[in-house]
């Protein structure tokens, strides 16, 4: 069975810290880039960073320099570390996987609410 499983999600203030994981299943974790995406409210869904199984990593300008996104082999986990969180970045985050197998249209995991307050 497919599963990504985020957790993590928290407020703060602005200026602060956060560190999301994502659990997924042997699949997704050895056959799919890992990402997460995020979606304020009435806005669409953006890929914010991603990584793929080599490792190779991108990121939305909006978040460069701010957010790291990696990769934990041995516990099937993706972890996003957020600092100098602004209240921009408030939104559900939601753990994804583009698969070649499903035409890298992305699985989603459940999502975990992250807000900013100023």
């Known amino acids: 069975q497919v599963q990504l499983v985020e957790s993590g999600g928290d407020s703060v203030q602005a200026g602060g810290s956060l560190k999301l994981s994502c659990a997924a299943s042997?699949?997704?974790?050895?056959?799919?880039?890992m990402g997460w995406s995020r979606q304020a409210p009435g806005k669409e869904r953006m890929l914010v960073p991603s990584?793929?199984?080599?490792?190779?990593?991108y990121y939305a300008d909006s978040v460069k320099g701010r957010f790291t996104i990696s990769q934990n082999k041995a516990k099937n986990t993706v972890y996003l570390q957020m600092n100098s969180l602004k209240t921009e970045d408030t939104a559900m985050y939601y753990c994804?996987?583009?698969?070649?197998?499903?035409?890298?249209?992305?699985?989603w995991g459940q999502g975990t609410q992250v807000t900013v307050s100023s």
């Open positions: 990584i793929s199984r080599d490792s190779t990593t």
């Open positions: 994804a996987a583009y698969c070649r197998s499903n035409g890298y249209r992305p699985y």
């Open positions: 042997d699949y997704y974790f050895n056959n799919c880039r």
